[in-house]
T-cell receptor, first 111, second 120 residues
């Protein structure tokens, strides 16, 4: 399983765009990058998944460079409710995939 | 779509009693469900992988006789903490896996809201 590295914490002001970068140098050819969001005392919530270039949904965008050794989760115009821990994971090429959660990035939005 | 319900959300029990936690996939069938444990300010740790109709696969260090897992149907998995002790107090979270379709992507796990267990 490819290990991921991301900043432990980040602060941002309301209304700004927030970019959280994740490093996954040992990503395999068939691996996908998946991001989850977790609020205190709740289970993680799936945000977005991608393989290469750019993926966008109603919540976030995911940018993946050509070498796929890193990825950036972009949250547009954050609000206080975006304060949470964000986890970057690399998902392999088969079912029953175990997810290895790292420390995640604790994002704090400042009013 | 992709809703996973976990019940109860909070339970307090006396030491030595058993507690059952239910995990249901409400709008999809899940051949595979997972059980995690999370201590305060820490990340999720996988306890076991639950497959419908077969025995669960436990991670190293997790006592299978203490944490009984049953996955009797494609929409329900249960975790029973037997003879609970204060050190079992934690936040338990389940997830259910959706198999990726022909459009690509990888299997995505959808999580329940978690169960906070407090053992007195």
């Amino acid at each position: 399983l490819a290990k991921t590295t991301q900043p432990i914490s980040m602060d941002s002001y309301e209304g700004q765009e927030v970019n959280i970068t994740c490093s996954h140098n040992n990503i395999a050819t068939n691996d996908y990058i998946t991001w989850y969001q977790q609020f205190p005392s709740q289970g993680p919530r799936f945000i977005i998944q991608g393989y290469k270039t750019k993926v966008t949904n109603e919540v976030a965008s995911l940018f993946i460079p050509a070498d796929r050794k890193s990825s950036t989760l972009s949250l547009p115009r954050v609000s206080l409710s975006d304060t949470a821990v964000y986890y970057c994971l690399v998902v392999g090429d088969f079912g029953n995939e175990k997810l290895t959660f790292g420390t995640g990035t604790r994002l704090t939005i400042i009013p | 779509g992709a809703v996973v319900s976990q019940h109860p959300s909070w339970v307090i029990c006396k030491s030595g009693t058993s507690v059952k936690i239910e995990c249901r996939s409400l709008d999809f069938q899940a051949t595979t469900m997972f059980w995690y444990r999370q201590f305060p300010k820490q990340s999720l740790m996988l306890m076991a992988t639950s497959n419908e109709g077969s025995k669960a696969t436990y991670e190293q260090g997790v006592e299978k006789d203490k944490f009984l897992i049953n996955h009797a149907s494609l929409t329900l998995s249960t975790l029973t903490v037997t003879s609970a002790h204060p050190e079992d107090s934690s936040f338990y979270i389940c997830s259910a896996e959706i198999i990726s379709g022909t459009s690509g992507g990888r299997n995505i796990q959808y999580f329940g809201a978690g169960t906070r267990l407090s053992v007195l």
